[in-house]
């Protein structure tokens, strides 16, 4: 595709459930980020994927968050038994090599909120 | 840990104006990055500098880099309603990339 692209644009969802927020890297970038970025605050790094290397996850706030790259490609990042401080959006990103070295590209993420 | 940290955290400013944000990091890096975000979506990419770059212009935008001071800011001149957005740096200091909390700038009309 043209950009990074993330589903659901929004999601309410009710407290308890468990959620599932899909994004869609731009083809051939190795790098994958996901944020998380509430209200008027900065971005929260969660979890990143680089190649076929084992995930750097020490930005998951929980054990309730996970997230898994498959084929080198689309990533999806679940969360388990969600609570209303979950509530945030929640964005992608992917570059074509690691960390800062080229340029990101970001989705338009997804808007979880939790009631 | 934080690659780079913004400052001021907001900028209020009259269109037509100037604006200069900041981003101290603490660490050797090869390149830094500034972001723009509009309404709380996805960051748009403006502008790279390297390491043993210690300017660049890009339209009205023109990026500093000083790694004696590990640090660098981003003026934008003549400034727009539409340049309203927060602004973010990141640099390649690590292997993944993490932002600040970065700078709310607002432009009056």
């Known amino acids: 595709g043209a950009g990074v692209s993330q589903s659901p644009s929004n999601k309410v969802t009710e407290k308890g459930k468990d959620v599932e927020l899909r994004c869609d890297p731009i083809?051939?970038?190795?790098?994958l980020y996901w944020y998380r970025q509430s209200l008027g605050q900065g971005l929260e790094f969660l979890i990143y994927?680089?190649?076929?290397?084992?995930?750097?996850k020490s930005g998951l706030p929980s054990d309730r968050f996970s997230a898994e790259r498959t084929g080198g490609s689309v990533s999806t990042l679940t969360i388990q038994r969600t609570q209303q401080e979950d509530s945030a959006v929640y964005l992608c990103?992917?570059?074509?090599?690691?960390?800062?070295?080229?340029?990101?590209?970001f989705g338009q993420g997804t808007r979880l909120t939790v009631v | 840990s934080q690659q780079g940290e913004e400052d001021p955290q907001a900028l209020s400013i009259q269109e037509g104006e100037n604006a200069t944000m900041n981003c101290s990091y603490k660490?050797?890096?090869?390149?830094l990055q500034w972001y723009r975000q509009n309404s709380g979506r996805g960051l748009v990419h403006l502008i790279l500098?390297?390491?043993?770059?210690r300017e660049k212009h890009s339209g009205r935008l023109r990026v500093t880099l000083d790694t004696s001071k590990k640090s660098s800011s981003l003026l934008i001149t003549a400034s727009r309603a539409a340049d309203t957005a927060s602004y973010f740096c990141?640099?390649?200091?690590?292997?993944?990339?993490?932002f600040g909390a970065g700078t709310r700038l607002t432009v009056k009309p």
């Open positions: 990103a992917s570059s074509m090599r690691q960390g800062a070295r080229t340029e990101a590209f």
């Open positions: 083809s051939g970038h190795t790098a």
């Open positions: 994927f680089q190649g076929n290397s084992a995930p750097d």
């Open positions: 660490t050797s890096i090869n390149n």
């Open positions: 500098i390297r390491s043993n770059e």
């Open positions: 990141a640099t390649d200091a690590y292997s993944d990339m993490r």
